[in-house]
Protein backbone atom coordinates (compact mmCIF):
# COMPACT_ATOMS: atom_id res chain seq x y z
CA UNK A 1 0.00 0.00 0.00
CA UNK A 2 1.02 3.53 -0.92
CA UNK A 3 0.79 6.49 1.58
CA UNK A 4 1.38 10.20 -0.13
CA UNK A 5 1.48 12.78 2.72
CA UNK A 6 1.87 16.59 1.66
CA UNK A 7 3.14 19.14 3.54
CA UNK A 8 4.84 22.87 3.02
CA UNK A 9 1.42 24.70 2.42
CA UNK A 10 0.34 27.99 3.42
CA UNK A 11 -0.82 31.95 3.83
CA UNK A 12 1.55 33.81 1.24
CA UNK A 13 0.79 37.07 -0.17
CA UNK A 14 0.67 37.51 -3.87
CA UNK A 15 4.44 37.38 -5.49
CA UNK A 16 5.53 34.89 -3.35
CA UNK A 17 6.90 31.32 -3.34
CA UNK A 18 5.40 28.11 -1.68
CA UNK A 19 7.42 24.82 -2.03
CA UNK A 20 5.30 22.07 -1.38
CA UNK A 21 6.69 18.37 -0.60
CA UNK A 22 5.15 15.10 -1.33
CA UNK A 23 6.23 12.13 0.93
CA UNK A 24 5.52 8.77 -0.49
CA UNK A 25 5.76 5.17 1.28
CA UNK A 26 5.89 2.01 0.01
CA UNK A 27 8.43 0.82 -2.87
CA UNK A 28 6.76 1.42 -5.90
CA UNK A 29 6.71 5.11 -5.69
CA UNK A 30 9.86 4.72 -8.12
CA UNK A 31 8.43 3.23 -10.83
CA UNK A 32 5.30 5.38 -11.45
CA UNK A 33 4.54 8.98 -12.27
CA UNK A 34 3.72 11.59 -10.39
CA UNK A 35 1.20 14.77 -10.20
CA UNK A 36 0.19 17.46 -8.41
CA UNK A 37 -3.80 18.65 -8.56
CA UNK A 38 -5.59 21.51 -6.67
CA UNK A 39 -8.97 22.10 -5.95
CA UNK A 40 -10.62 25.57 -4.99
CA UNK A 41 -13.99 25.77 -3.25
CA UNK A 42 -16.76 25.42 -5.21
CA UNK A 43 -14.47 24.24 -8.63
CA UNK A 44 -13.22 21.07 -10.01
CA UNK A 45 -10.24 19.65 -9.04
CA UNK A 46 -7.75 20.49 -11.82
CA UNK A 47 -4.36 19.09 -13.09
CA UNK A 48 -1.08 21.15 -12.32
CA UNK A 49 2.12 19.29 -13.30
CA UNK A 50 2.95 16.00 -13.38
CA UNK A 51 6.70 14.02 -13.43
CA UNK A 52 7.68 10.82 -14.95
CA UNK A 53 9.22 8.12 -13.40
CA UNK A 54 12.85 8.91 -13.59
CA UNK A 55 12.27 12.43 -13.40
CA UNK A 56 13.02 13.17 -16.78
CA UNK A 57 10.01 14.16 -18.50
CA UNK A 58 7.54 17.18 -17.09
CA UNK A 59 4.39 18.18 -17.82
CA UNK A 60 2.71 21.41 -16.69
CA UNK A 61 -0.63 23.15 -17.18
CA UNK A 62 -0.86 26.40 -18.68
CA UNK A 63 -0.89 28.03 -16.02
CA UNK A 64 1.92 26.89 -14.64
CA UNK A 65 4.08 27.42 -17.14
CA UNK A 66 7.15 29.64 -16.18
CA UNK A 67 6.12 29.57 -12.21
CA UNK A 68 5.68 26.23 -11.05
CA UNK A 69 8.35 23.30 -11.04
CA UNK A 70 7.89 20.28 -10.13
CA UNK A 71 10.53 17.76 -9.68
CA UNK A 72 11.44 14.39 -7.77
CA UNK A 73 13.74 12.59 -5.69
CA UNK A 74 13.49 8.78 -5.47
CA UNK A 75 16.19 8.25 -3.16
CA UNK A 76 14.02 9.83 -0.51
CA UNK A 77 10.41 9.13 -2.07
CA UNK A 78 9.75 12.55 -2.38
CA UNK A 79 8.37 14.54 -5.20
CA UNK A 80 8.37 18.87 -4.61
CA UNK A 81 6.38 21.69 -6.66
CA UNK A 82 8.34 24.90 -6.47
CA UNK A 83 5.80 27.52 -6.55
CA UNK A 84 6.47 30.61 -8.04
CA UNK A 85 5.24 34.63 -8.48
CA UNK A 86 2.21 33.28 -7.03
CA UNK A 87 -1.66 35.06 -7.47
CA UNK A 88 -4.50 35.35 -5.53
CA UNK A 89 -6.45 32.60 -7.59
CA UNK A 90 -3.74 30.21 -6.87
CA UNK A 91 -5.66 29.41 -3.79
CA UNK A 92 -6.27 25.97 -3.23
CA UNK A 93 -5.91 23.23 -2.06
CA UNK A 94 -3.16 20.97 -3.56
CA UNK A 95 -2.59 17.23 -4.06
CA UNK A 96 -0.26 14.72 -5.23
CA UNK A 97 -1.00 11.47 -6.70
CA UNK A 98 0.98 8.76 -8.22
CA UNK A 99 0.10 6.62 -11.11
CA UNK A 100 1.20 3.85 -13.16
CA UNK A 101 -0.52 4.76 -16.63
CA UNK A 102 -1.63 7.46 -18.77
CA UNK A 103 0.80 9.97 -18.10
CA UNK A 104 0.43 12.64 -17.84
CA UNK A 105 -2.77 13.66 -16.79
CA UNK A 106 -4.67 10.15 -16.05
CA UNK A 107 -4.25 7.10 -14.50
CA UNK A 108 -3.12 8.33 -10.75
CA UNK A 109 -4.20 5.30 -8.32
CA UNK A 110 -3.11 7.12 -4.78
CA UNK A 111 -3.64 10.44 -3.54
CA UNK A 112 -2.54 12.53 -0.46
CA UNK A 113 -4.96 14.26 1.28
CA UNK A 114 -3.63 17.90 0.31
CA UNK A 115 -1.90 20.68 1.58
CA UNK A 116 -3.64 24.38 1.55
CA UNK A 117 -2.26 27.20 -0.37
CA UNK A 118 -3.84 30.66 0.40
CA UNK A 119 -2.69 33.47 -1.41
CA UNK A 120 -3.54 36.66 -0.09
CA UNK A 121 -3.36 40.02 -2.64
Known amino acids: QVQLVESGGGLVQAGGSLRLSCAAS????????MGWFRQSPGKQREFVAS????????YYVDFAKGRFTISRDNAKNTVYLQMNSLKPEDTAVYSC??????????????WGQGTQVTVSS
Open 97 to 110: ALGFAGWPTSGYSY
Open 51 to 58: ISWSGGDT
Open 26 to 33: GRTFSSGH
